[in-house]
């Protein structure tokens, strides 16, 4: 068996950033279940439904809409937004049991939501959140991008930022951030794992350097919070050496950006990889906009690809193969744990269909 | 399942080291270098924290839950 990692049902994932979701519908494939997601005309609000028609599972998502009702595109079985069927070709009765699932979806800081697991359950109030995404003062690219790893690699990944030295040279990584240790805290109520390096004296990346304007060393620090499972937020603040933020508490001299990432599990060994970089500075400069869009996009696809390359590799192992972690790994290892604690917290007694 | 603590862990890698330095929500220090046996001893809570010497002389590290003999 390939690395897997268990889902963890009854939380909230972002499905999709607000703008994908329109007036096409959109199919996206979230913990194993398939969805279609669409905004309703009457509101404005975003729709999250079933994927497969009740007659023969035809996927609504390659189907149309009627106002806000889908009609499947093989037979004409049409529903509501509540997933309730309303119509079904030729006769007047429609079956009671016809009805696609329907889910809670909050649309929040730019993203989609949707809660996977018992809808009773859903709390909106629980959903993380990520200001920087839509507020004034602040500017984001992004992208998503699918990959064909088991979640959990994504989230080792992203915990232990040693790899940016290797695999990110030249666009991210110097080697100042292989060698600086971290600090780890686990807020285990909260089901956040936060994990901080701070670089007192480090080269620029090429990828700041060309942002900013920074000609010489740099201050660095990286504080990484990620709600589990869903939701990591990577803090960067980068400053001339010695640049501190004001005793005040203000920071003028300093350039923060936030880099956002959204893991949703797809279907197993499958993943949506959400990535964003907002920042405070240069806000209206188009060629710094599109130069951290490429640039980034270029450190995901490095991400990508070596994930991909990973999960293929793991899958060919022999069962029970043995890794070795380290002191970088101290975060990589509570986000393994607390994800665990999710997977089992949402494990319901009723057994999962195979 | 397990419920929830709303509790801190901590893990200083210690600058200039290899050593990793724990501090348990309970207070409880550890040092170690390998992150594992970190995380076997701190999720170990309360198995082998004991506080600081210098806190109040507690009970001996129990490995069963309080038993109602002294009940009178
Ligand atoms: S499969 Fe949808 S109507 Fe037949
Ligand atoms: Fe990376
Ligand atoms: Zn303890």
Redesign the pocket.
């Known amino acids: 068996m390939p690395h897997m990692t268990a889902f963890a049902r009854n939380q909230w994932y972002v499905a999709a950033y607000s703008h994908e979701v329109g007036r096409e519908l959109l199919g996206r494939t979230i913990l194993g279940e398939p969805l279609v997601f669409y905004r309703a005309k009457e509101d404005g609000a975003p729709v999250a439904l079933g994927d497969r028609?009740v007659?023969?599972?035809?996927p609504l998502s390659e189907s149309g809409l009627d106002g806000d009702r889908i009609v499947?595109g093989?037979?004409?079985?049409t529903y509501d937004r509540t997933g309730a069927c309303v119509y079904v070709p030729g006769q007047k009765r429609i079956p009671r049991t016809a009805r696609v699932a329907s889910h809670p979806v909050v649309e929040q800081d730019s993203l989609v939501w949707v809660w996977v697991g018992d809808p009773a359950l859903a709390d909106p109030q629980a959903i993380p959140r990520a200001r920087h995404l839509d507020s004034p003062g602040w500017t984001t690219v992004r992208g998503m991008e699918p990959i064909d790893a088991d979640y959990g690699l994504l989230v080792d990944n992203l915990l232990d930022l040693s790899h940016e030295t290797y695999l990110h040279g030249g666009y991210i990584g110097t080697p100042e951030v292989a060698e600086t240790p971290i600090t780890t805290e686990v807020d285990e109520g909260a089901g956040i794992v936060r994990v901080s390096r701070h670089m007192d004296d480090a080269e620029c990346p090429p990828f700041y350097a060309r942002s900013t304007g920074i000609a010489g060393r740099i201050t660095r620090w990286q504080d990484i919070e990620y709600h589990a499972p869903c939701l990591y937020l990577l803090h960067s603040r980068i400053a001339p050496v010695g640049v501190l933020p004001e005793a005040d508490g203000s920071d003028p001299n300093g350039f923060h950006t936030e880099i956002t990432y959204a893991i949703t599990p797809s279907a197993d060994g499958k993943v949506y990889d959400f990535w964003m970089v907002s920042r405070d500075w240069a806000t209206d400069d188009a060629e710094v906009t599109e130069f951290l869009r490429s640039n980034n996009h270029t450190v995901v696809m490095q991400d990508v690809d070596a994930l991909n390359l990973l999960q293929k590799t793991l899958g060919s192992e022999r069962a029970g193969y043995q890794e070795l972690s380290i002191n970088i790994d101290t975060g990589g290892l509570a986000a393994r744990r607390i994800l665990a604690r999710l997977v089992e917290e949402g494990d319901k007694p009723v057994e999962k269909a195979l | 399942m397990s419920a929830p603590t709303g509790e801190i862990y901590r893990i200083d890698w210690l600058p200039g080291t290899d050593v990793l330095h724990g501090t348990c929500h309970c207070g409880a220090e550890h040092t170690a270098q390998d992150p594992v046996e970190m995380w076997e001893w701190m999720l170990g809570h309360p198995e082998g924290h004991r506080l600081q010497p210098q806190s109040q002389p507690q009970s001996e590290p129990q490995s069963q839950p309080q038993s109602p003999e002294r009940a009178p």
Not at chain 1, 74 to 77: E, I
Request: hydrophobic share 10%; glycine share 10%.
């Open positions: 028609c007659h023969r599972r035809y499947c093989y037979h004409g079985f």
